[in-house]
C-alpha cells in the first residue's frame, strides 16, 4: 500500500510582496535592505508589471521619462540614458530590466507564479498564501504591490466568442506583436490605450473602423529625441528635481502652483498661454496652468474651447471633428490624454469614425460588429477598453481577514481604505497605491516610493519594538 505524499512544507517569509512590477520590485530592495526575509511573488513570465503586459502598438508613458523613474539611487539616475522625450513601453520595460539586475532582485523573484488566495490567522499573526500551482506561502506581512491597472476589463458583447476573426486587449498583447496589413480592423474604445494605438494600425490596415462612445479631450505630446542638453542640465540638478516634484500636486518638477485666475487675464493673453503649453506639449503644463482651470467650469470651459478649437482645425471632415469634439465634461476631469497623430489619422481615407452612443454595439457577429445602424465586417478587432482598475488585480485574489472576513464583500459598496494602503480587518497587509490614495493622479513612481517607504519605516519600527500585528482602526479607515 503506497504512502500519501505529504504536503510541500509552507515557505517561511517575513514580507510576501504579491507583484514584481515598479512597487513589487522597489519593495524588495527596501525590505531587504533593513532586513526583512522578503520574496515577490509574480504571476507573468517577467517583471514589469503593467509595462511587461501592455504591449501593444504605440504604448508609452505620458510622464516625461526624466521624471518617470526611480529616485531612490542616484548613481542609477545619472547612469541611465532616455532615448526619447516620452518613453515607449520597450524601453521603460528595458530600464526596470536593468533595474532589477543593477540590484539583484531576480533572486527574491519567483516568476509565474498566480497567488490565488490569502489568509489571515490571528491566532499566530501571520498570513497564509497559496499558488494557483498548490504552494503555500506563510508571512508575517503582505505587501499587494499588485498594480492599479493590470486587470483588462473585456466588454460582455453578446457573440464575442463567435467571432471568427482575432480579437486582441491592450492589456494582453502578444509578445510577438500582431501585423494589421491589408486587414479590415475594428478598434473598440478611444481612452489612452486606444489614442496610442489608433495612429499605427491605421498605417497598416487595409481599413480601420474606430468604434467611439465617448469623445476624450488628448493634447500633443510632442514627442523627440532625448534633448542630451536638458538631460544633463536635469541630472546635475536631480535632487532639487526630485525635492520640488515631491511638494506637487501631480509629483512633477518643473510646474509651480499656479496663483492666477484664468479669468483675471484677456482673452489674448490666455489663448497666447495655451498655444504655448499647445506647442510645448504635456498634459501637467495644461492642468497646472491657472489656480482655477479645474474648480471653476468657466475657468476650464476656455481651455476646452481652445482645444476644441485645435481638433476642428486638424480634421477636414466638419461632422468627423464634431464626433471627436468632447462637449459631455470639463477638460482634465477624465484622464487628459497625450498623442502623437491621433486628430490626424482620421484625416486618412482608411479609417471611419463610428459614433456608438447614438447607434450602439448590438452584437458581435462572425464576421464583425452589429451596431443598431449598421454592420461592420472585419478580419480582427482590438479591445481598448480599459481596466478594471484600482481594485481589479486584489479582486482576484480570495483574500480573507480577520474572522474570514472577504475582502471582495467588504468592498461590494466600493473600497475602503486607510490612506489607501491599509484595510480595517485585515492586519499586516498593506497596498501600493491602493483605492483611496492619490497615487494613480501623480508621477506614479513617486507615489510607490512613498508608500514603499512608509511601509517599510513602519514594519522596522513595529519590529524594533516587537509588535506583532498592525492593523488599521475601523473609524480611522472611514475618517480617511
Request: net charge negative; charged share 25%; glycine share 10%.
Amino acid at each position: 500500500m503506497s504512502q500519501a505524499t505529504p504536503a510541500k512544507e509552507a515557505i517561511q517569509l517575513d514580507v510576501a510582496v504579491i507583484g514584481a512590477g515598479l512597487g513589487g520590485l522597489y519593495a524588495i530592495h527596501r525590505l531587504r535592505g533593513l532586513g526583512f526575509k522578503t520574496r515577490a511573488f509574480e504571476a507573468g513570465s517577467g517583471v514589469g508589471g503593467t509595462w511587461f503586459w501592455n504591449k501593444y502598438p504605440g504604448a508609452r508613458c505620458d510622464i516625461e521619462s526624466l521624471e518617470y523613474s526611480y529616485s531612490f539611487d542616484d548613481g542609477l539616475q545619472q547612469e541611465w540614458s532616455w532615448p526619447e522625450r516620452y518613453a515607449t513601453q520597450p524601453q521603460i520595460l528595458s530600464y526596470i530590466q536593468h533595474v532589477a539586475e543593477r540590484f539583484d532582485l531576480m533572486r527574491d523573484v519567483q516568476l509565474n507564479t498566480r497567488i490565488t488566495g490569502a489568509t489571515f490567522d490571528g491566532d499566530v499573526n501571520r498570513w497564509t498564501l497559496a499558488t494557483s500551482d498548490g504552494e503555500a506561502i506563510s508571512a508575517r506581512f503582505c505587501i499587494m504591490a499588485t498594480g492599479n491597472l493590470s486587470t483588462p476589463r473585456v466588454p460582455d458583447f453578446k457573440g464575442i466568442d463567435a467571432f471568427e476573426g482575432k480579437w486582441y486587449h491592450s492589456g494582453r498583447w502578444p509578445a510577438e506583436g500582431v501585423d494589421f496589413t491589408g486587414k479590415r480592423v475594428g478598434v473598440i474604445g478611444t481612452g489612452s490605450s486606444g489614442i496610442q494605438m489608433i495612429p499605427l494600425i491605421a498605417q497598416q490596415a487595409k481599413h480601420l473602423y474606430v468604434f467611439q462612445r465617448t469623445a476624450n479631450f488628448s493634447l500633443p505630446a510632442q514627442n523627440g529625441p532625448m534633448d542630451r542638453e536638458r538631460e544633463n542640465a536635469f541630472k546635475a540638478n536631480y535632487r532639487s528635481r526630485r525635492d520640488e516634484a515631491r511638494q506637487t500636486g501631480f509629483g512633477v518638477s518643473g510646474y509651480s502652483v499656479p496663483t492666477q485666475s484664468a479669468l483675471e487675464v484677456s482673452d489674448e493673453e490666455r489663448r497666447k498661454k495655451y498655444e504655448t503649453l499647445w506647442e510645448s506639449g504635456g498634459s501637467i503644463g495644461f492642468l497646472s496652468c491657472y489656480s482655477d482651470f479645474l474648480v471653476n467650469e468657466e475657468a476650464n470651459e476656455t481651455a476646452a474651447e481652445f482645444v476644441r478649437d485645435k481638433i476642428r482645425s486638424v480634421v477636414r471632415d466638419p461632422k468627423v471633428a464634431a464626433l471627436l469634439t468632447p462637449t459631455d465634461h470639463p477638460i482634465g476631469t477624465k484622464r487628459l490624454c497625450l498623442d502623437t497623430g491621433y486628430y490626424e489619422t482620421y484625416n486618412r481615407p482608411n479609417v471611419s469614425l463610428v459614433d456608438v452612443r447614438t447607434a450602439p454595439i448590438q452584437e458581435i457577429t462572425p464576421r464583425g460588429v452589429r451596431t443598431t445602424g449598421q454592420v461592420y465586417d472585419l478580419d480582427a478587432m482590438v479591445f481598448a477598453t480599459g481596466f478594471d482598475a484600482m481594485t481589479g488585480a486584489l479582486r482576484e485574489i480570495d483574500i480573507r481577514g480577520v474572522d474570514g472576513e472577504r475582502l471582495g464583500d467588504k468592498w461590494v459598496g466600493g473600497p475602503m481604505t486607510y490612506l489607501g494602503i491599509m484595510v480595517a480587518g485585515f492586519p499586516n497587509m498593506f497596498i501600493v497605491t491602493g483605492p483611496g490614495s492619490p497615487g494613480v493622479k501623480s508621477q506614479m513612481i513617486h507615489s510607490i516610493e512613498q508608500h514603499v517607504d512608509w511601509v517599510s519605516d513602519l514594519l522596522k519600527t513595529a519590529s524594533g519594538r516587537q509588535i506583532r500585528r498592525i492593523e488599521a482602526d475601523a473609524e480611522a479607515e472611514s475618517n480617511w
